[in-house]
């Protein structure tokens, strides 16, 4: 192989805002930046030689930002909405820019966030949490006694069920951002359930459910069954390191991993325990999988095994023939990641991508796989299969079953094709 093959290429990052397009300014800058990274020539060279005025001057004392926030270049690295997706700003969603990431843990700023009735300001100090219903003793906790009792902390991914839904019926979206970005792991920290429900007495014979209810306008009610609530679900109240955000539910939340987001009940006032289903109003009008007999299915919790690739993604420009590592997320709600195969040939052929440690259950995954990008069209696909064995269908196989008004759980396999000019577009095929 020449030294040329063996380069890495240059990749033009998506504008993002196919909704607002950046500068002509912003492009030239982008320009600069990727110039930079080729071989010094000519203006670049003249440009690394000059020493910057960073490095004869003195920066900002420390503390200067008593809480910190990211370099003002990286202003593009944030969440966005979806004008028109939603008729309200209060009932909507804003969406992880996962192009942007690295790793698996998600940056608390840049949490997706969904919310039903807005976001409240919760004073942590009048906030309670009632546990009743099918107990020894009703208890109502403060976040005092809360933060007294035993923690865990876990890595866990939440998605929502209606992540990838507006691509049931055909492309819809173009940036894995809104493909996919209704995605977020961070690492909770909180009181398991268990110990909750333990400590009130809950009826271990007629207990078959638990409702968990939010203190937010929309007084959003779930019901979780009580394998699930005995087993790893976690009443929160730390987000990677700090007290939750007020989007993702400060100051309490229940995290119920790998079940669809909407079950994680945020801004957390109240589990009732029961022997049957409450058939709320987001598990029966909202959060069933409508079918193609009109049978809706009611229930659906898991969230099944499913994978994207972030590079190269919509609407991301290669700028050479050369090498790209291909790079994404894959995650389950049952378990484990098992292996992640890669195809640039819309899955007529696979490769096995490698896995990047740690491989947490209900965590996102990252992988990665080498390619050469020869100029030649690609169509880009990422399958994953997790621990039982489960592999993420085709979104024909899914239609087959599903139809394409299920809305829900949605986690068919995503094309990027990436056209003779190097331009990278959301395809089904
Ligand atoms: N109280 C309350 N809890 C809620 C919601 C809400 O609107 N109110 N939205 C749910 C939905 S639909 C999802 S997908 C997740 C999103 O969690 P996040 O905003 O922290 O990403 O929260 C869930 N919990
Ligand atoms: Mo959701």
């Not at 906790?141 to 007294?148: A, C, F, I, K």
């Not at 801004?267 to 409450?278: A, K, M, S």
Request: with cysteine; proline share 7%; charged share 20%.
């Amino acid at each position: 192989m020449t030294q040329e093959k063996q380069a890495f290429g240059r990749i033009e990052l998506a504008p993002e805002g196919h909704l607002q397009l950046p500068s002509p300014g912003r492009r030239r800058a982008l320009k600069w930046l990727f110039a930079g990274g080729a071989a010094l020539g000519g203006t670049a060279t003249a440009q690394a030689l000059d020493v910057p005025v960073w490095s004869k001057t003195l920066g900002k004392p420390v503390g200067a930002d008593p809480y910190g926030r990211p370099s003002p270049f990286e202003a593009d690295t944030v969440r966005r909405i979806s004008p028109g997706l939603t008729t309200t700003e209060h009932s909507s969603v804003a969406f992880t820019p996962l192009q942007n990431l690295f790793g698996i843990i998600t940056p608390n700023g840049l949490h997706f966030e969904r919310n039903h009735a807005g976001r409240p300001d919760i004073d942590p100090h009048q906030h309670r949490l009632m546990i009743n219903g099918l107990v020894r003793q009703p208890k109502i906790y403060s976040m005092d006694d809360l933060l007294r009792l035993p923690s865990v902390s876990r890595i866990h991914f939440i998605e929502c069920g209606a992540n990838t839904a507006m691509e049931w019926g055909n492309v819809a979206v173009p940036t894995v951002q809104y493909t996919h970005g209704m995605l977020s792991c961070a690492e909770w920290t909180g009181v398991l359930l268990s110990t909750l429900l333990d400590d009130v007495g809950f009826d271990r014979k007629r207990a078959r459910f638990i409702l968990a209810e939010g203190a937010d306008g929309a007084s959003l009610t779930r019901t979780v069954p009580i394998e699930m609530a005995l087993d790893d679900v976690l009443v929160a109240y730390g987000q990677n390191g700090e007290m939750l955000r007020p989007e993702q539910g400060y100051p309490l939340r229940l995290v119920v991993p790998g079940v669809q987001g909407v079950s994680s009940v945020k801004w957390l006032r109240r589990i009732e325990v029961g022997d049957q289903p409450w058939h709320t109003r987001e598990e029966t009008l909202h959060y069933s999988d409508l079918m193609p007999d009109g049978m809706s299915r009611q229930f659906t919790w898991i969230q099944e095994c499913k994978s994207v690739i972030t590079s190269p993604s919509g609407g991301q420009r290669l700028l050479d023939r050369g090498r790209y590592p291909i790079t994404g997320l894959a995650w389950s709600g049952r378990g484990r990641i098992r292996r992640v195969d890669v195809s640039v040939d819309g899955g007529r052929n696979w490769r096995i991508a490698e896995l990047q440690e740690p491989i947490l259950p209900k965590a996102l995954t990252r992988f990665r796989l080498d390619w050469h990008w020869t100029g030649e069209p690609a169509l880009l696909q990422s399958r994953a299969v997790d621990e039982t064995g489960y592999v993420q269908p085709k979104i024909r196989q899914l239609r087959e079953v599903r139809g394409t008004r299920s809305i829900y759980h949605n986690n068919a396999i995503q094309t990027w094709q990436v056209d003779a000019q190097g331009r990278v577009h959301n395809v089904q095929v």
